[in-house]
């Protein structure tokens, strides 16, 4: 029965998704006499949590609480972090019910539930919770895994080549492009190596309406950039960039972290700075590495064939008896091109 | 008005395929007063035409033609070959209007059109066309090009790979070997390379309820499978082998071709053979091969990754500016696999 509400919920959160990072997105409705009667969503980082905005909206309207049921994603916190409990909010207000999309991984904010029910208010959890924790997987991977949630992201031919025999790879494909901005505009952190910015010198930026910067990533193992200006070191979004090179000189505002370059190294590292989601764009050799902790691949496919050229995994090698196997989340198909969302298979 | 009509037309041809080659499959529909009163197909090679078997059927319960009108997808024969000129018999019939999908493109069987409008029947040209083209695409090809229609078909990883680094590339796609069991029972041949043959070692016969065999063709150069056994040889379906080396032994049903073996060869002995189209499958050199006369691809992808592996196309090489294009003519997706039909792009 209450379906219907936490997916309004989960509908509502989505507004919240890249720019809540780290924090997960969160949508709150609260529900009296079978209406919703208000609803609110967590908008940004240090923003108010989406209960507080459904509480206080409510408040202003003199709505009466009492008895009133609240459907919210994510298990309210008790927790004084950058804004007070939740808990606290929900118990005074008079609520009498609370429905939980899933439990909060995160040890530090979590126990919501508990004290919720400590004073007297009746707990519903998991409605609709593989969804919740679809909406969450950013966050529930850099709580539980301690690394951001990894995307690779590539555009091939039929044939699986992202360049042709002459390191060629421009425009393979046309009509998805917007498909691109829009996942820039939900990751944290975009990703490429120093040959790609050498080859294509690409922005990563977001171009989609109202859409934000990601930060972007630069893996420059050798310093091969060092002096050089490239695009992707413009002052328009904030800049981190790997090297084993000492010596290697970027940019003033560009952080510059040097380290044994590993992805392990990598990957810990953006954590730490709060990069809970990042979206691997190339070249075929970054492609290789993180391939082991693919998340998800946004697979997108031109119609055209190349035949001899640059592999999307040039650097890896797996036999016909062990592959990597993924599922078919989402396809998308024009006359020409191919989108495809590829889960990995869960071990068998 | 007559598109419905056509439709079915179309439906009761398809019936023909697989069995009618290098004859078109052909429907034919009798409408009287707004009803279909009778309808017919052209069942096998050498069979009787499908106007004939629609207008006997119809005399047979003693129906009154006079007036009625005939839906045909091709153009009636003008034409004594294995069975005498369908146009006289829709002229004794007392059938008053003939409507036809498309021209026969064969100059010998031709004509009909003609015929009947001497003598005062109506006739409506142009119904569902298209559809009717794609219908006898094999039919057109080979009667226009000299050479049997080409269809690729290729199995491969996400990235583009029909076998790992060490060579292995059994069952690479599963769910979907249905699909070519029902194109080998399409098509007049199947044709793969003699590399194929020694590594898997395939049947290439149909394997669908009622299936017929292709004609096995195999593509053996320097003659490396004489004097062997391999399962293409076996006596389930003629076999036709191409070689340079004139002491190659194949067994003795086996018909064996000493030419230059250059593709242009091969298509034309293949067409003088009453082979109107071809499925190519394999290995990755013929492919490559016949690449540029590919009048359809069938590539069923699984959702696997090899890294390094033998490429589908492996021995030919396009720029980023002038690559092969296709368009998707079709896609079905499961889980773990995809299917597509790609058509090459009419050039611009």
Avoid at 8 to 37: D, Q, S, T, Y
Avoid at 187 to 196: D, F, K, N
Avoid at 294 to 322: H, M, R, W
Wanted: hydrophobic share 35%.
């Amino acid at each position: 029965m209450y379906e219907k509400f936490m997916k309004r919920a989960i509908e509502i959160a989505k507004k919240g998704l890249g720019r809540v990072n780290p924090n997960p997105p969160v949508g709150a409705i609260i529900v009296k006499n079978g209406k919703i009667i208000s609803e609110g969503f967590h908008p940004y980082f240090g923003g108010p949590h989406a209960e507080r905005v459904a509480i206080e909206r409510a408040k202003k309207k003199e709505m009466d609480l009492a008895g009133a049921t609240l459907i919210v994603t994510l298990e309210p916190c008790d927790h004084h972090g950058k804004t007070p409990p939740c808990t606290d909010l929900i118990i005074e207000s008079g609520i009498k019910e609370v429905v939980v999309g899933m439990r909060d991984p995160n040890p530090v904010s979590g126990k919501g539930i508990e004290k919720l029910k400590k004073h007297g208010i009746k707990v519903i959890e998991g409605v609709l919770e593989n969804e919740v924790k679809k909406l969450c997987e950013f966050f529930i991977t850099s709580v539980t895994k301690k690394r951001p949630f990894i995307a690779i992201k590539y555009a091939s031919t039929l044939d699986g080549k992202i360049a042709d025999a002459n390191g060629k790879s421009k425009w393979i494909t046309h009509r998805l492009r917007p498909r691109v901005h829009k996942l820039r505009n939900f990751y944290s952190a975009v990703l490429v190596g120093a040959g790609t910015v050498l080859k294509d010198n690409p922005r990563l930026t977001c171009r989609t309406k109202n859409g934000r910067n990601p930060i972007r990533v630069v893996l420059d193992r050798k310093g091969i950039l060092s002096e050089k200006n490239f695009k992707v070191f413009e002052k328009n979004a904030r800049v981190i960039v790997f090297t084993q090179n000492e010596r290697a000189k970027y940019p003033e505002h560009v952080e510059k972290v040097i380290t044994d370059c590993s992805v392990e190294t990598i990957l810990k590292t953006l954590h730490e700075k709060g990069v809970d989601s990042l979206l691997v764009e190339g070249g075929s050799d970054v492609f290789s590495e993180f391939l082991k902790y693919a998340d998800v691949i946004y697979a997108f496919y031109s119609t055209k064939i190349f035949g001899k050229g640059l592999d999307v995994f040039s650097n890896v090698q797996f036999s016909v008896e062990e592959p990597p196997r993924f599922e078919i989340a989402r396809v998308k198909t024009s006359d020409t091109e191919i989108f495809m969302e590829l889960r990995p298979c869960s071990q068998e």
